[in-house]
């Protein structure tokens, strides 16, 4: 089945207060791509730290970077008939850091207009600095990758939250993993679903602005309940109307930052019977050769 039909995508983002009031630009971009294949969705947000002061096009440089590598992969990604898993794991997430690489430092290039000095390589990208969670969906496969804060979350046919990936302690009190670290690669934390059985109804991917701007994580994981919810009730059309909206709320209430959110929904979820899925499980890849099927001990 083409993508396009099997899942739905929307996505806003909105300009916090603390950086309207510090007349600065969004930090965040957002991306969702559909290839026939695939879909490629995620969230990337610039530091916007006084040492970060082109971060807002670091964060637009690495999701065009990912679009990039995943193009240049994507008709090679089969072999007889077999994903090959290994193409979307560490040699993939390194040459999309090679290729943000890149972007940034032309994009320097062009501010300065003199020639760079290599010793100065992590100063400049610093000055680009972002984050980036994206996932990407191939057939039944679920592929989720993290470098940096923000939040992925799935909700499944039963309203079930999981967390696909644990937070780094790296990510935590106000401090963050970048693009720009050096040994970026070894940083970036990723997990491989195969949702054999289609029990995940919901993925929301957002920035910390989004998880910021809550009490607790209940409060958070809740959010992609009602989404859920709300689709059923309301259609995809009520939540792009309002989505938006929604957001600022949200942030001018909390975090105050820049908040940035993109939601797939299965297409056919209004058709699915929870009651017949009891037994369903999300099957992570604990190889990346292989995949088990914990349910039934079955490796394909």
Not at 102 to 131: A, F, H, S
Not at 179 to 206: Q, R, V
Request: aromatic share 10%; glycine share 6%; charged share 30%.
């Amino acid at each position: 089945m083409d993508m396009k039909n099997k899942w739905i995508g929307v996505c806003d983002s909105i300009l916090g207060r603390s950086h309207i009031k510090n007349d600065m630009p969004n930090q965040d971009s957002l991306l969702i791509k559909y290839y026939d294949e695939a879909i490629l969705f995620g969230v990337a947000d610039g530091h916007g730290s006084r040492l970060c002061m082109y971060s807002d096009r670091g964060s637009e440089f690495a999701l065009k970077a990912l679009d990039d590598e995943f193009k240049k992969i994507k008709n090679n990604l089969y072999e007889d008939d077999k994903l090959n898993i290994k193409m979307l794991t560490k040699s993939f997430l390194n040459s999309v850091i090679e290729s943000w690489k890149e972007y940034v430092l032309d994009d320097y290039k062009n501010i300065i207009k003199d020639e760079l000095n290599d010793d100065d390589l992590y100063n400049i990208l610093l000055k680009y600095g972002t984050t980036l969670v994206f996932s990407i969906l191939i057939d039944e496969y679920i592929f989720t990758y993290q470098l940096g804060d923000g939040n992925i979350l799935f909700i499944s046919n039963n309203n079930d939250v999981i967390t696909p990936i644990d937070i780094k302690e790296e990510n935590s009190f106000n401090n963050t993993l970048s693009m720009c670290n050096k040994g970026a690669i070894d940083k970036f934390s990723y997990k491989i679903y195969c949702d054999i059985n289609e029990t995940i109804s919901l993925i929301l991917i957002s920035t910390d602005g989004y998880f910021n701007s809550f009490e607790t994580n209940a409060d958070f994981e809740k959010v992609g309940i009602d989404i859920l919810d709300i689709y059923k009730s309301e259609g995809i059309e009520y939540i792009k109307d309002n989505l938006n909206d929604w957001l600022k709320e949200t942030s001018d209430n909390g975090s105050g930052d820049d908040t940035s959110v993109c939601v797939l929904i299965r297409n056919d979820i209004k058709n699915n019977n929870s009651e017949n899925n009891e037994s369903d499980e999300l099957f992570e890849v604990v190889e990346e050769e292989n995949i088990e099927i914990v349910g039934d001990n079955q490796l394909i």
